[in-house]
């Protein structure tokens, strides 16, 4: 993935990402204040991870009380939300895409899909999951019109390097893969290459080896 250009590390921004959801969790339970320990447990690291995270990007708060949940809540979207909400496309609605679609949607953030492409005449012309699903051909002139800066990449793997010319075309700024292919594009457009059997077998081989030490 691309070097973050504002000096935050990829793994606090990643961290961050997850501390909203967790304090986004307590919020909806009525929790106003949580301390940097609490956090830390929940998300396995420890209190002086949490708090380095946190001063890079400048909070501060009163120690005694905890983090305020929803001063913590706002000051985390400042710096991971853009201004204006970002429209996403979906390229390839098999069962991975129609998942993705189903649970991304709704979480409230300043992140939606809005529409998807196939070449399946069974999904094309359709409405999946409330998103419109378009034929691939229509692709570069509709993610100019709908204003849609990201892309999900979820076509079958053996597609997804014929989607690379389209997707630069399209102007698209963001990419995450979830293909076994690792994409590259030029400078300028972020990609991140999610390969779910990569993450499973690294899963797999730590299982192991704990079960060779037991």
């Known amino acids: 993935m691309a070097n973050i250009n504002n000096g935050i590390p990829e793994k606090t921004i990643e961290?961050?990402?997850?501390?909203?959801r967790t304090l986004l969790g307590c919020h909806k339970r009525g929790i106003t204040h949580i301390f940097s320990h609490v956090l830390a447990g929940i998300h396995g690291i420890t209190a002086v991870q949490v708090r380095r995270d946190l001063m890079l990007i400048g909070f501060s708060s009163d120690t005694k009380k905890g983090y305020d949940?929803?001063?913590?809540i706002d000051f985390?979207?400042?710096?991971?939300?853009s201004p204006?909400?970002?429209n996403i496309a979906v390229l390839g609605m098999g069962h991975l895409g129609q998942a993705i679609t189903k649970y991304f949607n709704g979480k409230g953030l300043k992140l939606k899909i809005t529409?998807?492409?196939?070449?399946?005449?069974?999904k094309v012309n359709r409405i999946i999951d409330g998103i419109p699903c378009?034929?691939?051909?229509?692709?570069?002139?509709l993610a100019e019109e709908q204003n849609?800066?990201?892309?999900?990449?979820?076509s079958p793997t053996k597609v997804a390097p014929q989607l690379v010319v389209p997707i630069i075309n399209a102007g698209i700024k963001g990419v995450l893969n979830f293909t076994s292919?690792?994409?590259?594009?030029?400078?300028?457009?972020v990609v991140e290459n999610y390969d779910i059997t990569t993450l499973l077998e690294k899963v797999a081989y730590f299982v192991k080896e704990n079960d060779n030490k037991a």
Do not use: C, W
């Open 15 to 20: 961290r961050l990402s997850e501390y909203r």
């Open 69 to 72: 949940v929803k001063v913590l």
């Open 76 to 81: 985390i979207g400042n710096i991971l939300d």
């Open 84 to 86: 204006q909400p970002m």
């Open 115 to 122: 529409a998807a492409f196939d070449v399946d005449p069974q």
């Open 134 to 141: 378009y034929h691939m051909d229509r692709f570069e002139t």
């Open 148 to 154: 849609i800066s990201m892309a999900v990449v979820s």
């Open 181 to 189: 292919t690792p994409l590259n594009f030029p400078q300028g457009i």
